[in-house]
């Protein structure tokens, strides 16, 4: 089993930031393909961003690209997501997930492990 523990969230003006951190535990040498997902409320769960074991592979939702960057630090089990120009839009619970598979999160039915998720609260 592995276990995801996220951190980081908060409330931001717009315009602000934050920095998303998820911490791996247990069998963290299964894990290969980490990403993040979001869910506001009254809607469904999305893709936020993914990234390859490597860390060479990364895909994001349109609408965060270019304000959202995902990154990973593979000797301390962490994922990151530095979140700029934060929208009211981006008001949400996120989620850690992680895959053992290689092939890349783009779903919600891809993750094998998912965190307890952490609010982001982003005011007008």
């Known amino acids: 089993q592995v276990q995801l523990v996220e951190s980081g969230g908060g409330l931001v003006q717009t315009g602000g930031s934050l920095r998303l951190s998820c911490a791996a535990s247990?069998?963290?040498?299964?894990?290969?393909?980490m990403g993040w997902f979001r869910q506001a409320p009254g809607k469904e769960r999305e893709f936020v961003s993914s990234i390859s074991a490597s860390g060479g592979v990364i895909y994001y939702k349109d609408s965060v690209k270019g304000r959202f960057t995902i990154s990973r630090d593979n000797a301390k089990n962490t994922v990151y997501l530095q979140m700029n120009s934060l929208k009211p839009e981006d008001t949400a619970v996120y989620y850690c997930?992680?895959?053992?598979?290689?092939?890349?999160?783009?779903?919600?039915?891809?993750?094998?492990?998912w965190g307890q998720g952490t609010q982001v609260t982003v005011s007008s």
């Open positions: 247990g069998r963290t040498l299964s894990v290969s393909n």
């Open positions: 997930t992680a895959r053992r598979s290689v092939f890349p999160i783009r779903a919600s039915t891809d993750p094998d492990y």
